[in-house]
């Protein structure tokens, strides 16, 4: 679960930010970790000690993205390289989208044919996107990310089969603190 951007448009530590009473890193490891249980990794970089703590106790693994600055796509390598020895895939999870269910996340999961090449991504309006389902063969590429950039382009990547499930309420992003208050419904 990725939690380590500075959170620039939004003013603050976004992943601090409080829906429903709970801060919203704390929200999107719980829903990954009523999936994924002890294999769960939190990837902070952005105010880490205070996030962690926001998050403890931490049911899996801690990674800490000394190049979260970059963006997105340095944190999804961190994470990537942290795992690829040990998994067969890796599913991206946001802390920014607090919409996101367990029951999707598991719809993610079961609907993977488990072959190394297929990717399951969550489908929503036009989009397809995060959370998303990586198997191993895009690994390599994962690794790889720099800058702002995720692993959006390996969704047209031939090489890979892309499977999307439909979810729409992914599509709700919390970017700014306008985001957060209309979905709060202030």
């Known amino acids: ?4 951007g500075s ?10 930010a409080e829906f429903d009473g709970m801060p919203l890193a704390r929200r999107a490891l719980g829903v990954a970790a009523d999936v994924f249980g002890d294999r769960t ?11 962690t703590r926001s998050c403890s ?3 899996g693994f801690l990674v800490i993205n000394d190049f979260h600055a970059s963006g997105l796509g340095s944190s999804i390598a961190c994470a990537t390289k942290s795992v690829r020895h040990a998994a067969q895939a890796v599913v991206v999870i946001l802390a920014d989208q607090p919409l996101v269910s367990p029951e999707h996340l598991r719809n993610l ?19 397809a996107g995060a ?19 995720g692993g959006q382009h390996l969704l047209s990547d031939e090489r890979f089969t892309v499977r999307k499930i439909i979810f729409e309420p992914a599509s ?3 970017d700014t603190q306008s985001d957060l208050d209309r979905l709060i419904g202030r």
């Open 1 to 4: 679960m990725l939690a380590a």
């Open 7 to 16: 959170a620039k448009r939004f003013g603050a530590s976004k992943q601090l």
């Open 41 to 51: 990794m939190l990837v902070v970089g952005h105010d880490w000690q205070a996030v």
């Open 57 to 59: 106790p931490l049911p």
């Open 109 to 127: 999961r079961d609907n993977w044919s488990g072959a190394e090449n297929e990717i399951v991504a969550t489908g929503f309006g036009d989009t």
């Open 131 to 149: 959370p998303v389902l990586f198997a191993s063969s895009c690994f390599d590429d994962l690794a790889a990310l720099q800058g702002d950039k």
């Open 172 to 174: 709700v992003d919390i």
